[in-house]
């Protein structure tokens, strides 16, 4: 094959998506087949010297599946293994899937039937197993090939197929189990590309150079899943202008509309003029945050913290955030002041209502705003503290952990806080995945007496643990004085 075939075919490989990708697309392993007289010392001798943890049992017609999960049974016999034949731990009704099929609806089947392996088959002739270890590399590669079609996209339009793959992504990903803070990692990482691609598509070499596109709030932490809004802004260097700035801004936001990406609410985009300043400009705005009246003005600068630079020259948000420094240090008073804002959505007092959770009765048990009385006070706290004590990552956990190790909060309770943010937004990822099925915007809303009992249960212990972090702050910052 030459180099040119071998590109072509790794083209066509990177242009699969869980949308069209079939199970032979996977990375498919050929079946070991055994005699169903075969012995299970015999067979765990193959299967060990193989490195394989099933096998194929023939007995006559019949064609079965055994795993090492049945030794389990075998172990429970009087019997010696050498004396028992692999027939009788043998299931000889498998699952099967064609290997032209939906790589999706083989997953899918897993899921339904709580199996881990499927037999595929082409035609009448069963030609591979498919594990769900099998199925999981391949989904992980997914990014892989988002990635790489966002690469290849040569325009907007075609930029918004991968955008839109995104959200499925998130959803196998999702439904097999994979840890809300790795679908977390892997989501934002996609979206900064696309910003980047898109970026790169709609502004002249000249503005690229000469500007920094940044993301912010939870998409700058990198613990946004579903789009909820846009947080973003475009920060310039002093002395420079541009003739159409405002043309290729609004077709930035508009684009990313069409992509599925929300407006924010409250303007955060680098369409709206507070959000594209120069770097001096900046950082008049963000002492007018700290020290002016503006009631919008401390959670802009909350939103800001957590920016991240994605496409341009980093050094001009590097240099915004250098002042911030300077503005901030020995505003002990600040400190304070600004991490106040853990209790503007208290209602109920400490005895709150997760106090009665599970059990809740009345309108207390309709619905709750996950993100006001859980997700904000912990990373609200945390950006308080990192701030404070000068701990430069933009992440949630990876703060507290910071702060942990720099011994600013003891070790369990940056553990616990980072288990219950990830509890909360797998939470919040559920019930926004049902919100998109029944066709309506995901929201922070969830409603306890739908959750299962486990689920509930994860979920006051999590309220539970933001409480004791809130009484914390309160007497670290002696909020009680305020």
């Not at 595929?120 to 590399?137: E, H, N, P």
């Not at 559920?430 to 994860?458: F, K």
Request: net charge negative.
């Amino acid at each position: 094959m030459t180099g040119g075939e071998q590109a072509s075919g790794q083209d066509q490989r990177e242009m699969l998506t869980m949308l069209t990708a079939r199970v032979r697309d996977a990375i498919l392993r050929k079946p070991h087949f055994v005699d169903a007289d075969t012995d299970l010392v015999t067979l765990c001798g193959e299967l060990a010297a193989r490195g394989i943890a099933d096998a194929l049992v023939r007995d006559g017609d019949w064609l079965g599946i055994f795993t090492t999960t049945n030794l389990v049974q075998a172990v429970l016999r009087d019997t010696p293994p050498a004396a028992l034949k692999v027939r009788e731990f043998t299931k000889f009704t498998p699952w099967s899937v064609g290997i032209e099929d939906d790589l999706y609806d083989a997953m899918m089947l897993m899921l339904r039937h709580r199996i881990h392996r499927v037999l595929v088959r082409d035609g009448d002739q069963v030609v591979a197993i498919l594990s769900q270890l099998d199925l999981m590399g391949f989904l992980a590669n997914q990014t892989h090939l988002i990635s790489a079609e966002i690469a290849r996209a040569a325009s907007p339009a075609e930029l918004a197929r991968p955008a839109a793959q995104v959200e499925v992504l998130i959803r196998v990903l999702h439904e097999d189990g994979v840890r809300i803070e790795v679908i977390a990692g892997l989501v934002g990482r996609l979206n900064r590309q696309i910003f980047r691609r898109l970026w790169q598509m709609l502004a002249p070499q000249v503005l690229r150079d000469n500007s920094c596109l940044i993301v912010m709030g939870s998409e700058g932490r990198s613990e946004q899943i579903i789009r909820t809004d846009q947080d973003n802004a475009l920060i310039l260097r002093d002395d420079f202008s541009f003739d159409g700035l405002d043309r290729v801004t609004q077709a930035f936001t508009d684009a990313l509309i069409s992509f599925g990406y929300p407006p924010c609410p409250g303007g955060i985009m680098l369409s709206r003029p507070l959000w594209c300043q120069s770097v001096q400009s900046f950082g008049d705005t963000l002492r007018d945050w700290i020290h002016g009246g503006d009631p919008e003005g401390p959670m802009n600068l909350a939103i800001f913290l957590d920016a991240a630079a994605v496409a341009g020259d980093e050094s001009l948000l590097s240099a915004v955030q250098d002042r911030l420094r300077r503005m901030l240090t020995g505003s002990d008073s600040f400190y304070a002041s600004f991490a106040a804002a853990i209790r503007q959505f208290d209602s109920g007092g400490e005895g709150g209502w997760w106090r009665r959770m599970p059990g809740l009765r009345g309108r207390e048990a309709a619905e709750i705003d996950l993100k006001k009385l859980g997700i904000f006070p912990v990373v609200h706290g945390a950006r308080a503290l990192a701030l404070e004590y000068g701990v430069a990552a933009p992440g949630t956990r990876a703060r507290l952990q910071a702060l942990a190790d720099a011994g600013r909060i003891d070790g369990g309770l940056a553990r616990d806080l980072a288990d219950a943010l990830h509890c909360m937004m797998g939470l919040k990822l559920d019930s926004n995945l049902a919100q998109i099925t029944r066709g309506q915007p995901p929201d922070n809303s969830i409603r306890p007496t739908e959750l299962g009992r486990l689920d509930r249960q994860a979920l006051r212990d999590s309220l539970n643990i933001v409480r004791d972090f809130k009484q914390w702050l309160g007497q670290h910052y002696h909020l009680d004085l305020l």
